[in-house]
């Protein structure tokens, strides 16, 4: 799986975009503030349909233009593909192969970009939505369909909330209670699978970057039990807070709630972890994503790193690129100093500098 060519038109300062990359290293070097990110946040999008920046259309779209487009050309088990987004201020339109797509996870799975970014360390100390994306956008990336259970979920909380808020009935109220329960117990119980399969190999790789001196895991807060039990239990949650719930306006227990634990040698690294530790269980957890995908898929992901060598020491900086090398997908990444990335380990490489949102390969 690679990306052999990416068209951006009216996308932020990257304005008239049209290059081919490489299928191993591709690094972005230039100042700050050229477009560096820009460029990879659009890569990001074919693959998430959603900036990790949680940036609306008319964020994207160039200032003055209606509209901005991004349009790839993806390789996956030797096939080509084409994949384009027209983003508008109130929208998106996805089209793969030229017809416009109606189901988002149709549009999934073509792309699958892994992203590292500082700006995602806030994740591990921030709130617990953050956590919960994080586990959710890995499942995705191995179930598209995923998707689709969580957008009906979103629409039975959001229905069930409108309700709550006028005070509705009993009567009313239960049949959306009974099909949240429903709803939300099997996302609990799709997390909670991944964790279970995901969590060896996640431990292993931490405990190699930690130099063998310490022991991550992950933490759900509910039990794993067969579907029917899960549903009577949430049930019986909604039921337990129904009072509440009618006070607030909003639904108090279900998934959207949960929280999943980090932690270090059974310490919550939200609380009690250093910066070190943080930056290496985010490392691990992206390094074991790439790994089992790999395992899946038959191919590697895309990686992309934005601006990776400023939030690493030197031993996990050559750590990570130990692990970089060690695979033969596709990478990008982002860095204000080409040098630090030049040099034998990355000798087949191809360098762009980016310069005042355009683009010139080296």
Do not use: C
């Given at each position: 799986?690679?990306?052999?060519?990416?068209?951006?038109?009216?996308?932020?300062?990257?304005?008239?975009?049209?290059?081919?990359?490489?299928?191993g290293?591709?690094?972005l070097?230039?100042?700050?503030?050229?477009?560096?990110?820009?460029?990879?946040e659009?890569?990001y999008?074919?693959?998430?349909l959603?900036?990790?920046?949680?940036?609306?259309?008319?964020?994207?779209v160039?200032?003055?233009?209606?509209?901005?487009?991004?349009?790839?050309?993806?390789e996956?088990a030797?096939?080509?593909?084409?994949?384009?987004?027209?983003?508008?201020?109130n929208?998106?339109?996805?089209?793969?192969?030229?017809?416009?797509?109606?189901r988002?996870?149709?549009?999934?799975g073509?792309?699958?970009?892994?992203?590292?970014?500082?700006?995602?360390?806030?994740?591990?100390?921030?709130?617990?939505?953050?956590?919960?994306?994080?586990l959710?956008?890995?499942?995705?990336?191995?179930?598209?369909?995923?998707?689709?259970?969580?957008?009906?979920?979103?629409?039975?909380?959001?229905?069930?909330?409108?309700?709550?808020?006028?005070?509705?009935?009993?009567?009313?109220?239960?049949?959306?209670?009974?099909a949240?329960?429903?709803?939300g117990?099997?996302?609990?119980?799709?997390?909670?699978?991944?964790?279970?399969?995901?969590?060896?190999?996640?431990i292993?790789?931490?405990?190699?970057?930690?130099?063998?001196?310490?022991?991550a895991?992950?933490?759900?807060?509910?039990?794993?039990?067969?579907?029917p039990?899960?549903?009577?239990?949430?049930?019986?949650?909604?039921?337990?807070?129904?009072?509440?719930?009618?006070?607030?306006?909003?639904?108090?227990?279900g998934?959207?709630?949960?929280?999943?634990?980090?932690?270090?040698?059974?310490?919550a690294l939200?609380?009690f972890?250093s910066?070190?530790?943080?930056?290496?269980f985010?490392?691990?957890?992206?390094?074991?994503?790439?790994i089992?995908?790999?395992?899946?898929?038959?191919?590697?992901?895309?990686?992309l790193l934005d601006?990776?060598?400023?939030?690493?020491?030197?031993?996990?900086?050559?750590g990570?690129f130990?692990?970089?090398?060690?695979?033969?997908?596709?990478v990008?990444?982002?860095?204000?100093?080409?040098?630090?990335?030049?040099?034998?380990?990355?000798?087949?490489?191809?360098?762009?500098?980016?310069?005042?949102?355009?683009?010139?390969?080296?």
């Amino acid at each position: 799986m690679y990306l052999k060519n990416l068209v951006l038109r009216r996308y932020r300062n990257l304005e008239e975009t049209d290059l081919d990359w490489g299928p191993g290293f591709n690094v972005l070097w230039g100042k700050n503030a050229q477009g560096k990110t820009n460029l990879l946040e659009a890569i990001y999008l074919l693959g998430h349909l959603k900036s990790f920046r949680n940036a609306r259309g008319g964020d994207i779209v160039l200032h003055g233009s209606e509209a901005a487009s991004v349009t790839g050309i993806v390789e996956v088990a030797q096939v080509t593909h084409r994949i384009e987004l027209s983003l508008q201020h109130n929208g998106r339109i996805p089209r793969l192969n030229g017809k416009v797509v109606k189901r988002l996870s149709e549009f999934l799975g073509y792309l699958r970009p892994i992203l590292f970014t500082p700006e995602e360390m806030g994740l591990i100390k921030g709130y617990p939505a953050g956590r919960r994306a994080l586990l959710d956008r890995a499942i995705v990336q191995r179930d598209p369909l995923y998707l689709d259970r969580v957008q009906e979920f979103n629409r039975i909380l959001r229905q069930r909330n409108q309700l709550l808020k006028k005070q509705a009935r009993r009567a009313e109220l239960d049949p959306w209670t009974q099909a949240l329960a429903r709803s939300g117990s099997r996302i609990r119980q799709e997390r909670l699978q991944y964790i279970e399969e995901f969590l060896p190999l996640f431990i292993k790789v931490y405990r190699k970057i930690s130099g063998y001196h310490e022991k991550a895991d992950i933490r759900y807060p509910v039990e794993k039990d067969p579907l029917p039990v899960m549903i009577d239990k949430l049930q019986a949650e909604l039921d337990k807070r129904r009072e509440r719930e009618l006070q607030l306006g909003q639904t108090l227990a279900g998934p959207h709630r949960d929280d999943p634990e980090f932690l270090v040698d059974n310490r919550a690294l939200r609380t009690f972890g250093s910066q070190g530790q943080q930056r290496s269980f985010l490392l691990a957890f992206k390094a074991a994503q790439v790994i089992s995908l790999e395992a899946l898929l038959g191919e590697p992901p895309v990686l992309l790193l934005d601006d990776l060598t400023s939030e690493l020491d030197v031993e996990r900086q050559q750590g990570f690129f130990d692990f970089l090398l060690a695979r033969q997908g596709q990478v990008f990444i982002t860095t204000t100093r080409s040098e630090i990335l030049g040099g034998q380990r990355l000798a087949e490489a191809r360098f762009f500098e980016v310069k005042q949102g355009r683009i010139k390969a080296n």
